[in-house]
């Protein structure tokens, strides 16, 4: 979804649309970008306290009590708890159904609103958890924080994207992604520090924190400008939609852009129902990949990590102080790989950066897998040597995962969508995210339980899978504007059939 810098007039030439990086687009985005802020402190935290003794006394005596004094336990299924894993994923579901409404809000009212939203959400949830005095009430607390990032995630990628010039597109949207691992890196940090806490109450402030950058993306949303495209699409104030797009781009001269925009959302304007108008056969590649891509990105197995980091490295016999430094470590390699991918993603383009990362993430897999199975039995610790070797290689794996699935996850489906079904699109998107994030969530520690190490090996099947899907049926979209972004699949060898000029209005 962006609005660009390189534009494609016809399907041969390609025209240039003027502009450069602007400070007023830099601030618009940093500030829109904390929506990726609080879903990566989220999922920080939520592993982090679950690791914590105190907090699982408190809430879950049944793991506590079993991770102590339960000898003949084995291992792989000391924190195996449906009422603990609900505590982690009931956010997802939240998240789920808040995706749908947070989408006629970004199309109705437009994108700032609905960031406005998701931000007052996760303000209250975090107010909520950090109060909590029974499970029920931090369970609560979490829907709320699903509903914040529900509405952040659904308006925040499409935002940055429509925001970008074609350029930079890629650079631009995947700074969601880096907002999210400074989010994870923050968490964690915080765990570690109020682990320490005497009293047992630092997974209070682990909690209530989260209220911190709720609140700067809450205030910040109301000095947020509007999206050019959403300005058209919802008022068709062109000389508005103009304004803005002179003032984003830092030109005077945006007639080529703006008449593109004009005719997206002239198109934009007959359909009725997006929902109905995305399952036609001429959006086929669209939603095959708004499906596929976030299922993929959730059975890369990149959750695992980042939700039970800590209580993976304690299952392999680290402490409690050192499982959390470890998610520390993990999460400053992955935010540096999603640097190093905005530096490269409109150079190198998104399918070389999905097939490197996917080979690396395979690769680290499978020795994780193999050194926990030689190593670690059901009983008794793992050697020191063997526990550094997998948390070296789980950061190998998500360095892998963090300049490929990671942040290209968002990026490719809030890129590809005409504007007609761009919010519908990105709120199925969100929504597959979300309800794989909650069955992968849901189910982890019990997996762990019954297939042990070969839980790596599962994720590392489906590694395969989706590198050879990317590899066969994802064409290139960097530097393509987004509203010419059909040409991508018209000219691609498999999805040409079913976007070709015969296929305009058929159905499935």
Not at 97 to 124: D, E, K, N, Q, Y
Not at 302 to 328: C, D, K, M, Q, W
Not at 337 to 343: A, E, G, K, R
Not at 481 to 498: A, G, L, N, T
Request: overall charge positive.
């Amino acid at each position: 979804m962006a609005v660009g810098l390189a534009i494609t007039g016809g399907e041969g030439g390609q025209q240039h649309y003027n502009g450069r990086i602007t400070l007023f687009l830099v601030l618009s985005c940093m500030m829109a970008a904390m929506g990726g802020v609080i879903f990566g402190y989220d999922i920080g935290i939520s592993g982090g306290v679950t690791s914590m003794e105190s907090f699982l006394n408190k809430f879950f005596p049944e793991v506590f009590i079993r991770m102590k004094e339960d000898t003949k336990i084995s291992n792989y299924c000391k924190f195996d708890s449906q009422l603990l894993t609900s505590f982690t994923s009931s956010l997802y579901v939240a998240g789920l159904f808040a995706s749908f409404l947070a989408s006629s809000v970004t199309t109705t009212f437009g994108r700032m609103p609905s960031i406005l939203a998701g931000g007052a959400a996760f303000l209250a949830g975090a107010a909520l958890g950090g109060a909590a005095f029974n499970v029920y009430m931090l369970i609560f607390g979490r829907v709320l924080l699903g509903v914040g990032v529900g509405f952040a995630n659904q308006s925040v990628p499409l935002y940055l994207s429509e925001m970008a010039p074609p350029k930079y597109r890629g650079a631009i949207n995947n700074g969601f992604q880096f907002s999210v691992g400074i989010g994870a890196i923050s968490a964690s940090l915080i765990n570690f520090g109020t682990e320490k806490i005497k009293g047992g109450w630092g997974w209070r402030i682990s909690i209530a924190m989260a209220a911190v950058p709720a609140s700067i993306l809450t205030l910040g949303a109301f000095f947020l400008p509007e999206t050019p495209n959403s300005i058209i699409q919802r008022s068709n104030d062109h000389h508005k939609a103009k304004k803005m797009l002179q003032r984003v781009r830092g030109t005077d001269d945006v007639q080529a852009e703006l008449d593109d925009l004009i005719k997206a959302s002239s198109i934009s304007k007959t359909i009725e129902n997006p929902f109905k108008k995305i399952v036609q056969r001429r959006y086929r590649p669209q939603l095959v990949m708004a499906i596929a891509i976030p299922f993929f990105q959730q059975v890369t197995g990149i959750n695992v990590i980042a939700f039970y980091a800590p209580i993976l490295f304690r299952t392999i016999g680290l402490g409690e102080s050192a499982s959390l430094l470890s998610a520390v470590m993990t999460g400053i390699v992955g935010t540096g790989s999603t640097f190093i991918s905005m530096l490269i993603v409109d150079k190198l383009g998104r399918r070389v950066l999905f097939t490197t990362g996917g080979i690396q993430m395979f690769i680290s897999q499978v020795m994780v897998g193999g050194i926990m199975a030689a190593k670690l039995g059901d009983h008794g610790g793992i050697g020191k040597g063997s526990a550094y070797s997998i948390l070296v290689l789980i950061c190998v794996y998500v360095a892998g995962f963090a300049w490929s699935w990671g942040p290209l996850g968002w990026l490719v489906p809030s890129e590809i969508f005409p504007l007609e079904i761009r919010s519908a699109g990105q709120s199925i998107t969100v929504a597959v995210n979300f309800l794989f994030t909650f069955i992968v969530a849901q189910t982890f520690l019990a997996m762990l339980c019954h297939f042990k190490a070969g839980i790596f090996f599962f994720f590392g099947g489906w590694v395969v899978v989706m590198t050879v899907f990317v590899y066969l049926l994802l064409p290139e979209t960097k530097n393509v504007p987004i509203e010419q972004m059909d040409r991508v699949w018209r000219e691609h060898w498999f999805w040409k059939r079913y976007v070709g000029e015969g296929s305009e209005d058929e159905n499935a």
